[in-house]
């Protein structure tokens, strides 16, 4: 894969928005976005919890286990336990807000491989929140981009294919050696000549 680094200061917060819209969402299985998210939810007003459940049912049915997500022990775990979704929603009035939809899993004690999930939640974070996920905007975009080109160059392939057949099959012109290419002969030992 071809990655292209876009310049900070050409994307602005509108246009990562437009491009997390168009790639439809960003996916994160690392901690390293964990601590900004509780940061959000702690400092940040426009940050808000939409929605939060406990998977297990005993923590889920009591009050003596409440999800606080703006504690970040509510959230430790191994690296490869945590499951981050962000995309983009329109609210009531129509406007871009910035969605995190979280999973956490319990990681077994010998390696950290995920056991059972322990909490969802659905986070609305401040708009601003997507530079600090410009990094994975950016990853995705650049595949998307790539897949753009596969498909463009299935396209022309197509189209080429469909202009040859046409030309040969033509009545009224002989079949010119120039529009067509010959493989190059093979001797009996099958290497190229």
Known sequence: MIIINIDKNIMTQKKLFEILTLI?????????LINPIVESINDDKSTKVLEKEWMDHWK??????????????????????VDLEFYVEKNVEGSDQLICEASIWDGDMLDGERTKRRFTAKIKL????????????????????EDQYELHLEMKKEEWMKN????????????????IRKEPKQPIGGDLV
């Open 60 to 81: 889920r049915e009591s009050d003596l286990y409440p999800l606080n997500l703006d504690k970040i022990d509510t959230w430790s775990t191994y690296d490869e336990c």
């Open 164 to 179: 040859l057949r046409q030309e040969i099959l033509k009545d009224d012109k002989p079949i010119e050696n120039k529009t």
């Open 126 to 145: 401040a708009n601003k929140f997507i530079r600090t996920i410009e990094e994975n905007i950016n990853w995705r975009f650049n595949n998307f981009l």
């Open 24 to 32: 439809q969402h960003v996916r994160s299985t690392t901690w390293k």
